[in-house]
């Protein structure tokens, strides 16, 4: 009876402490209009830009926000080196709040090790150093975001930092939506992104 009532004991701790770590890494839900979006994170990789997207997760950078552009097989220029992506975040729906955070230290896939491939996450920048919020998804495997690709003249790629475990469906759907000159039209709801 004693050791029986141990063992339930025992069984009820541990799942108590189970749910109280649910992941290696962390985990946030990207809640839009058309559905949510789970992605995983890497902080042992990218340490300062997962840093960063989860301190604007937690000011609630996010809250009423939308994915605002798409490239597509149709919509970029013929001499362009073609990608496919959704990207989403605060330019257009608090564009002052932008312009007022410092830029992230750029952390490229070669230092990484993550890969531009299909569902993984990484930040817009314009010059290395200049990334905040603002973020893409990409739509099938996208190398030339890789450091020394080529949809960057500079070479230096572009920061992933996780990519999508749940919810690659809603990302299609998005991706399929109505745009005109690359931005959806209208922009698709992005409700909040919080931490899981």
Known sequence: MLIRNLLICFCCLLAACSQHIKYKNPHVKIETGEGDIELELYPDQAPKTVAAFLSYVDSGYYVNS?????????????????????QGGIWETNHKLVMSLPGIPHETTAQTGIQHINGVISLARGKPGTASTEFFICVGNQHGFDYGGKNNTDGLGYAAFGRVVKGMEV?????????????FDPPIALF???RM
């Open 66 to 86: 939308n994915f605002y552009r798409v490239w597509n097989d149709d919509n970029q220029a013929i001499d362009a080196y073609k990608a496919r992506l959704i």
């Open 171 to 183: 990302v299609i759907r998005i991706y399929r939506d109505p745009e005109k000159d690359e931005y």
């Open 192 to 194: 909040n992104i919080v």
